[in-house]
């Protein structure tokens, strides 16, 4: 870690640290709005496939939204959802190839990320930007989707019309968020467990649903369709251990990939790993 990070790190632990002290639910309701932050946004350059891309938008939550569309018309849609604090033109390798397959193909950055507008963005938000793009620019035939997006996606098929004919792409996916929670809390030193308690708390007041009903292994009780789940042994941010409680049930419409060394970041961009997607689709 950079040092620069690391002091500024160091800063907001202490910063919690005091905070926890004066008050319980502002600690909580702060922790919650840095949970919901990119604190980066991609700064890659555009690709040069983006630069053909056709731009189209949407409004949500009173932000402007960035998408990109190729190859507009075809009977076969896909749709790429990027991770947190990613952008959609991490997965600028992959609209060739599904160009060359004849589908349609549509990427947008989520809220508070790449080009669109907003500050923060939650699994509900992220959710409700899909159901909104399938509305709008639907029907869509599949998706890939990375971490956090792969959660998104989950919870909104759930409550999306879609049958065992559409796939469903999930690479190194965001699937307990009572983990990302567990991780977030020890990365910023807050071991208090009223603040725990307050911090779920203030989940379910906004969503009407406890942290761990944002899961992808109970969603895919709801999922219909035929789902490759693409994960690293040694992904340490989502961990794999998560993913096998969906992977030991053996659902006939989920097929597990366990790859070894590619972590969380660089397993979308492994060439091995994009050809079993384009492949899949």
């Not at 919901?36 to 949500?60: D, G, H, R």
């Not at 599904?98 to 500050?119: C, M, Q, R």
């Not at 049930?249 to 397993?267: A, K, M, Y």
Request: hydrophobic share 40%.
């Amino acid at each position: 870690m950079k040092l620069t990070k690391l002091l500024a790190l160091n800063y907001i632990r202490l910063k919690f640290r005091v905070l926890s002290l004066i008050s319980v639910r502002k600690t909580a309701v702060a922790a919650f709005r840095l949970f919901c932050t990119p604190l980066e946004k991609s700064k890659k350059q555009t690709p040069p496939v983006f630069k053909f891309a056709e731009p189209i938008y949407e409004l949500f939550n009173g932000h402007k939204l960035k998408g990109y569309r190729w190859n507009k018309g075809q009977p076969t849609k896909i749709l790429i959802l990027h991770g947190f604090a990613s952008a959609a033109h991490k997965f600028h390798r992959y609209v060739l190839p599904l160009i060359e397959k004849g589908y349609e193909v549509i990427a947008f950055d989520a809220p508070a990320h790449g080009s669109s507008g907003g500050d923060t963005i939650n699994a509900l938000e992220y959710k409700m930007m899909i159901k909104k793009v399938l509305d709008n620019h639907g029907p869509v035939h599949g998706f890939i989707s990375h971490s956090f997006g792969g959660l998104a996606v989950s919870l909104a098929l759930e409550e999306t019309a879609h049958d065992a004919n559409t796939k469903v792409v999930l690479i190194a996916p965001a699937t307990e968020t009572t983990t990302a929670i567990d991780n977030a809390f020890k990365l910023l030193g807050i071991s208090n467990k009223k603040v725990r308690t307050a911090f779920n708390q203030l989940i379910e007041e906004i969503s009407g649903q406890k942290p761990e009903w944002f899961s992808i292994n109970r969603a895919m009780n709801n999922i219909n369709a035929k789902v490759l789940w693409i994960h690293d042994e040694y992904d340490d941010t989502t961990p794999l251990i998560d993913a096998l409680k969906t992977k030991d049930l053996r659902r006939p419409n989920v097929e597990f990939v366990v790859t070894r060394g590619l972590g969380h970041s660089r397993i979308y961009s492994d060439e091995e790993v994009m050809n079993r997607i384009i492949d899949f689709l």
